[in-house]
């Protein structure tokens, strides 16, 4: 064992990422992810209510960071503006993530029902960037179109920050790809 | 009975969103929309697998719509255009189905299964939309982002068109989405 130990709950995501990557989702048991992560089902259970909330349990607190950031943007930036700092600052927070996001896409990619989630979770961040724009005074359709096109954008930012390749920052490609459909509708 | 019969498939499709909005979508049996449509269960059959593909079985032929658009627009188009134009056919595609667009997206928000379902109908758009430029030589991430952020828009769109005081039609909307899309990004 090293000196160094991650948290117990890094350490559950790295073995269920580590299992589900080596057997697919469905295969794996909550038991051999603890006994992976040399913990018990037991401290599993106090992390994460079950295996799949491993893979999405993170994405809640960036939606609460993507609608904090709207609220705190300044009042004279425009709508898309605004829904690009707030990706901007959800991407800085997934910077030290890539390997495991990398991880993560792929046992998404072999498993419906994960990607059905995905796309919900997306679904909930747009409703949320809509909402904290509506409480800025930015009216519909402008505040829908802002969030969704602000999702767009972050979807295709993601998939290229995971490429294998990319040495970029997902801040940076979130700003290319919003910098992208400014180019495209001209 | 009056002397016009709509065809069988579109009687079982009135009378199934008739239920379905009395009643939920779940609580609905495939034996009570056949006897709603003054039909049999075996009719039923020939023109859907299921009561859920009675809300999703127009999505392909949309889909197809939208795919052979990207393939037949002008080779000097830029990719938002075509994806416009594109969502724009399939806008007049829908339009005289107004009434029944509404009856089904009441349905649909009432139902979380049915919203997944959606969602996951629209990423496929989205997807084929994407394949369809790439085959034009459009490159990624452009050609996804023109998919997606057109997606954005149709959606947007697609909830005005919708909205109970609403007499612009589909694609006039789509467009105005997609000029909005460019006033956002200036």
Known sequence: MSRWQPDARGRLEQAALELFGERGFEAVTVAEIAERAGL?????FRHYADKREVLFG?????????????????????????VGAALAAAGAAL??????????????????????RE?????????SLRSALLARGVADPT???????????????FERWIAPKNRRPLAELIGASLGEVASLTT
């Open 95 to 116: 910077e030290e993530r890539r390997e495991l996001a990398r991880r993560r896409s792929r046992i998404i990619a072999a498993n419906p029902e994960l990607q059905e």
């Open 143 to 157: 505040a829908r179109l802002a969030a969704e096109v602000g999702i767009a954008c972050f979807r295709v930012a």
């Open 58 to 82: 993170g994405g809640k607190a960036l939606e609460e960071l993507l609608t904090g950031s709207v609220a705190a943007a300044p009042a004279d930036a425009a709508p898309l503006e605004v």
């Open 40 to 44: 018990t089902e037991r401290t599993f």
């Open 119 to 127: 796309l919900i979770k997306l679904a909930s961040w747009a409703d």
